[in-house]
């Protein structure tokens, strides 16, 4: 009965999508106008991915809703499997007005830093915690005198890091070093992603944004550069978590997840830019292109959404939580993932005695969710952990940054009294050579002219005669000195 509601949905989303397409049309005459601005079997086409998109996502989340065992992971879970349709119904609103797009896209941006970090918290929760993952990776180099050096990882625990931030940054030690370090890496994006928004609204508000130009007058080039580095590294600190962890989540297939989603988040943004850029040197002309240039970005992700929806259904699925039910302890869901492959006739009698002992004990049934119950602990529960999460990165990042303000006022003041200290001595030396020895000079050189210019040696021997060559005034006669006695 459930399937059939949902298949009697999606041809009623399909029929809607059509009818945008030839009138042009949404729940309001006003509401937007295609039939002069873009040509019908784009947005046909874009409807169908989008309405394909909506079922499928909202089809699993509802999966994962019935079978909510896991809370800790699925309401990650949910949060990534979100992603999808959001992308979807903010590029299509995006694609049918081009009033909204500017905002669809912020959005469409932003929760994409949440999802990335659902994502990282969904891989902690297969771990079993913080705690518990911080033991896993401590674990990992505590090792004995004995060990065989291949079973030895990361170089005795040392995450290094490669060219060219092994220049300028420190290892990081597999730990709580490393956690936090991946923890708060991750947090940023989803802290900085937001701010840019507002930023980028406020620039469009002003008429300074200029998006898609690459002109320095316009504020769209600073802030891609600054989410490109933020994204950048926090894709790289969850990309050092999953690798850190791999062998443990091996279980849950954790590369095919990895990969999913993380071709969701690089490729829209990405090709974000290259269709920015594209249109910016003026590769695609025409008159079709120049129509369909803001919106070419909103066109392909609705086609991918589509894709990815169905790709959805193979990576998260909510089988294994299903299967989780029938667990005496409400144990990991790894080993339930594990657990997909052919059967043990052992495991089932096991299975068949574990359903026997919960039937005899009916409240750990009752201890369970209810689908309102699970829809408001993804809500809330999530929405608890994102805030201590902001709070920490806050904490830790704004911390290092006074010390860092502190340590250039510091460098400041002592460049200052090194300043300070230079001209004084220069002021110093300056008094020191302005003493006027004039006088004394002309004294000593009359001096060392009479003394030099007359004088013999004490032997008495000289018999030369000497003659004192240093100007003498006009009525003076010079001195001859003959036999050793002066004469005039």
Request: hydrophobic fraction near 40%; aromatic fraction near 14%; include cysteine.
């Given at each position: 009965?459930?399937?059939?509601?949902?298949?009697?949905f999606f041809?009623?989303?399909i029929?809607?999508?059509?009818?945008?397409g030839?009138?042009?049309?949404?729940?309001?005459?006003?509401?937007?106008?295609?039939?002069?601005?873009?040509?019908?079997?784009?947005?046909?086409?874009?409807?169908?991915?989008?309405?394909?998109s909506?079922?499928?996502?909202?089809?699993?989340?509802?999966?994962?809703?019935?079978?909510?065992?896991?809370?800790?992971?699925?309401?990650?879970?949910i949060?990534?499997?979100?992603?999808?349709?959001?992308?979807?119904?903010?590029?299509?609103?995006?694609?049918?007005n081009?009033?909204?797009?500017?905002?669809?896209?912020?959005?469409?941006?932003?929760?994409?830093?949440?999802?990335?970090?659902?994502?990282?918290?969904?891989l902690?929760?297969?771990?079993?915690?913080?705690?518990?993952?911080?033991?896993f990776?401590?674990g990992?180099?505590?090792?004995?005198?004995?060990?065989?050096?291949?079973?030895?990882?990361?170089?005795?625990?040392?995450?290094?890091h490669?060219?060219?931030?092994?220049?300028f940054m420190?290892?990081?030690?597999?730990?709580?070093?490393?956690?936090h370090?991946?923890?708060?890496?991750?947090?940023?994006?989803?802290?900085?992603?937001?701010?840019?928004?507002?930023?980028?609204?406020?620039?469009?508000?002003?008429?300074?944004?200029g998006e898609?130009?690459?002109?320095?007058?316009?504020?769209?080039?600073?802030?891609?550069?600054?989410?490109?580095f933020?994204?950048?590294w926090?894709?790289?600190?969850?990309i050092?978590?999953?690798?850190a962890?791999?062998?443990k989540?091996?279980?849950?297939?954790?590369?095919?997840?990895?990969?999913?989603?993380?071709?969701?988040v690089?490729?829209?943004w990405?090709?974000g830019?290259?269709v920015?850029?594209?249109?910016?040197?003026?590769l695609f002309?025409?008159?079709?292109?120049?129509?369909?240039?803001?919106?070419?970005?909103?066109?392909?992700?609705?086609l991918?959404?589509?894709?990815?929806?169905?790709?959805?259904?193979?990576?998260?699925?909510?089988?294994?939580?299903?299967?989780?039910?029938?667990?005496?302890?409400?144990?990991?869901?790894m080993?339930?993932?594990?657990?997909?492959?052919?059967?043990?006739?052992?495991?089932?009698r096991?299975?068949?005695?574990?359903?026997?002992?919960?039937?005899?004990r009916?409240?750990?049934?009752?201890?369970?969710?209810?689908?309102?119950?699970?829809?408001?602990?993804?809500v809330?529960?999530?929405?608890?952990?994102?805030?201590?999460?902001?709070k920490?990165?806050?904490?830790?990042?704004?911390?290092?940054v006074?010390?860092?303000?502190?340590?250039i006022?510091?460098t400041?003041?002592?460049?200052?009294?090194?300043?300070?200290?230079?001209?004084?001595?220069?002021?110093?030396?300056?008094?020191?050579?302005d003493?006027?020895?004039e006088?004394?000079?002309?004294?000593?050189?009359?001096?060392?002219?009479?003394?030099?210019?007359?004088?013999?040696?004490?032997?008495?021997?000289?018999?030369?005669?000497?003659?004192?060559?240093?100007?003498?005034?006009?009525?003076?006669?010079?001195?001859?000195?003959?036999?050793?006695?002066w004469?005039?």
């Open positions: 009965m459930a399937m059939k509601n949902v298949v009697r041809f009623v989303l029929h809607v999508s059509s009818c945008l030839r009138s042009g049309k949404m729940f309001s005459p006003g509401f937007v106008s295609l039939s002069e601005s873009l040509p019908s079997w784009p947005i046909v086409s874009a409807g169908i991915s989008v309405t394909a909506l079922v499928l996502s909202l089809f699993l989340i509802f999966e994962h809703l019935c079978a909510y065992h896991q809370p800790e992971e699925q309401k990650f879970l949060g990534l499997i979100l992603m999808v349709p959001v992308y979807a119904v903010q590029s299509f609103f995006s694609l049918l081009s009033n909204v797009a500017f905002i669809c896209e912020l959005m469409r941006d932003c929760y994409e830093a949440f999802a990335m970090y659902c994502f990282e918290r969904y902690i929760a297969c771990l079993g915690g913080e705690e518990s993952t911080i033991r990776m401590e990992r180099f505590q090792f004995s005198e004995s060990s065989p050096l291949l079973d030895v990882d990361y170089d005795y625990g040392i995450v290094k490669p060219f060219p931030l092994n220049w420190r290892n990081w030690y597999l730990g709580p070093d490393f956690y370090a991946v923890k708060v890496g991750i947090v940023q994006y989803m802290i900085l992603k937001p701010i840019c928004a507002i930023l980028a609204i406020f620039m469009q508000l002003i008429g300074i944004y898609g130009k690459f002109a320095w007058r316009y504020g769209y080039p600073y802030l891609a550069i600054v989410l490109n933020s994204q950048t926090a894709l790289y600190c969850l050092q978590f999953y690798t962890t791999k062998e989540l091996e279980p849950i297939k954790p590369l095919s997840k990895f990969l999913t989603f993380k071709s969701i690089f490729l829209t990405w090709q830019i290259a920015a850029f594209l249109f910016s040197t003026g002309k025409g008159h079709l292109a120049q129509r369909f240039q803001t919106r070419i970005q909103d066109y392909i992700i609705c991918e959404m589509g894709v990815a929806a169905v790709v959805h259904l193979k990576v998260f699925p909510a089988k294994p939580y299903r299967r989780g039910e029938r667990s005496v302890s409400n144990v990991a869901v080993s339930d993932y594990a657990s997909l492959g052919a059967s043990d006739p052992e495991e089932e096991e299975i068949d005695n574990v359903a026997i002992m919960q039937a005899a009916p409240d750990s049934r009752d201890r369970r969710l209810s689908f309102p119950q699970s829809v408001r602990d993804v809330l529960g999530s929405g608890e952990i994102m805030v201590d999460d902001v920490y990165t806050v904490s830790h990042v704004v911390e290092p006074e010390r860092s303000f502190s340590k006022n510091r400041l003041h002592q460049i200052s009294e090194n300043v300070k200290q230079l001209e004084k001595q220069k002021r110093k030396a300056k008094d020191d050579s003493v006027p020895l006088p004394f000079s002309e004294e000593f050189a009359e001096a060392h002219d009479n003394v030099f210019g007359g004088s013999v040696s004490d032997s008495g021997l000289a018999r030369k005669k000497y003659k004192n060559t240093k100007r003498a005034p006009s009525s003076l006669k010079p001195f001859e000195f003959r036999l050793g006695r004469f005039q």
